[in-house]
Nanobody, 119 residues
Framework: QVHLVESGGGLVQPGGSLRLSCAAS????????MGWYRQAPGKQRELVAA???????TYADSVKGRFTISRDNGKNTVYLHMNSLKPEDTAVYYC?????????????WGQGTQVTVSS
């Protein structure tokens, strides 16, 4: 069983910064994708950013140039550096890990952490 433990959420003013962390533990297939999703009230969960074990990244258009995803493969940890935060970034952020093992492709989720951007 793979477990994801998140940290770093909180309240920040517009224009501020936060760093989210997600540490994975357990037997983790080495070829995988880790990412961050978010869900705001009344909205569907959406992909914010993702990074492969080979460190290829992808970002939602709404966060490009402001957010940076990175990972430490030795620590099995993924980070989301959020800069120039806007009120519309307010959401619960969830860590996700997808094993790229065919055909099972197991998927795991963190508990979610609240990010609130407000004056």
């Amino acid at each position: 069983q793979v477990h994801l433990v998140e940290s770093g959420g909180g309240l920040v003013q517009p224009g501020g910064s936060l760093r989210l962390s997600c540490a994975a533990s357990g037997r983790i297939f080495s070829i995988n994708v880790m990412g961050w999703y978010r869900q705001a009230p009344g909205k569907q969960r959406e992909l914010v950013a993702a990074i492969t074990s080979g460190r290829t990244t992808t970002y939602a258009d709404s966060v490009k140039g402001r957010f940076t995803i990175s990972r430490d493969n030795g620590k099995n940890t993924v980070y989301l550096h959020m800069n120039s935060l806007k009120p519309e970034d307010t959401a619960v952020y969830y860590c996700n890990l997808k094993e790229q093992r065919i055909p099972t492709r197991l998927e795991y989720w963190g508990q979610g952490t609240q990010v609130t951007v407000s004056s």
